[in-house]
Every structure is written in C-alpha cells, then in structure tokens.
C-alpha cells in the first residue's frame, strides 16, 4: 500500500518561492506516475503537475507553467513540486498523489487516475 505525507507549505508573499515536498512509502516507487493537485475553497481538486514513473516527462496546468517545477528522487521515494513567482491565486491545499496504476504508459493528469493521496499542506500566498 502506498502511503503519502506532504511538506513544505506555508505563508509567502506574492513573488515568493516554496518547495513542496512529498515522502512516499513502499519498494515501488519509482513504478507510479506521481502528481501534484490544489484544491482552493470551494473549489474543486484541480491538476497541476504531473511526472511520469519513468522521469522521462512531465506536464503542468497552463496557470503554472514556467513558474512550477516538479520533479522526483527514486532513490529516495520523494516527489517535489518546486513553485516560484508564486501568486495570491495560487492559495490552495496541495495535494500528492501516486497514479493507481503501476508503469501506465501515459502520464496521468486527472484525479480519476489517481489512487493514492496525502493529506495536503496549506499554501497561501499574499498580495
């Protein structure tokens, strides 16, 4: 069972950097695409990066693009979500999450593909 704990959310002002981090249980790791998903107040839980198991690929919503950067350690089952330029919008729950499906051949970007989930961490960003 795969079991996810994520960190590194808190209070900047708008401009500023954060990097979330998300620890990852389990030997196979490195066999699920891994993503990352917000969830803002009365909203719902919305993409937005994704990076394969494989490491080859990723994908971003359009709104982070070039500000956000996700990557992942094999080694030692951690997936980041590194977030730049951040934005008073950008205020949300983050969320990891580990695609259901082992060694999927395409990246997965939609909350139905994905099966395993953290608790989330507050970020929110003033203005």
């Known amino acids: 069972q795969v079991q996810l704990q994520e960190s590194g959310g808190g209070l900047v002002q708008a401009g500023g950097s954060l990097r979330l981090s998300c620890s990852a249980s389990?030997?196979?790791?490195?066999?699920?695409?891994m993503g990352w998903f917000r969830q803002a107040p009365g909203k719902e839980r919305e993409f937005v990066a994704a990076i394969m198991w494989s490491g080859a690929i990723a994908n971003y919503q359009d709104s982070v693009r070039g500000r956000f950067t996700i990557s992942r350690d094999n080694a030692a089952n951690k997936v980041y979500l590194q977030m730049d330029s951040l934005k008073p919008e950008d205020t949300a729950v983050y969320y990891c999450?580990?695609?259901?499906?082992?060694?999927?051949?395409?990246?997965?970007?939609?909350?139905?593909?994905?099966?395993?989930w953290g608790q989330g961490t507050q970020v929110t960003v003033s203005s």
């Open positions: 999450g580990a695609d259901s499906t082992r060694l999927r051949s395409r990246l997965a970007v939609t909350k139905l593909e994905y099966g395993y």
């Open positions: 389990g030997r196979t790791f490195s066999h699920y695409s």
